[in-house]
């Protein structure tokens, strides 16, 4: 079975891909984070999504980093988890 990485190396390598990869490279991040601190939380999205009074599915969408949150959708996620957001500005050269 290929693994997940190599698959999306392989795709990076088409220009058009990559291209639309690098267009929502900031949803893709958003969406790590959110999937990455949740797990750390331990919980399911079912489980953040009845704190935050909404659905599995619209919990499953903001994971998928087809569309970029809002900053009160982040608020909401944040406080299911018990935290805060933050928003940090870090230099471009330390992104690549």
Excluded: C
Excluded at 7 to 31: C, M, P, Q, R, T
């Amino acid at each position: 079975m290929t693994k997940l990485s190599e698959l999306k190396s392989n795709w990076l390598k088409n220009s058009k891909v990559k291209k639309a990869y690098d267009e929502h490279s900031l949803e893709f991040a958003i969406a790590k984070k959110l999937i990455s601190e949740r797990l750390k939380a331990n919980l399911t999205q079912q489980e953040i999504a009845k704190k935050m009074g909404t659905t599995q599915s619209a919990i499953a969408r903001i994971e998928s980093g087809s569309q970029l949150p809002s900053m009160r959708t982040i608020e909401g996620y944040a406080h299911a988890l018990g935290k805060i957001p933050e928003v940090r500005f870090k230099s471009y050269q330390d992104s690549q």
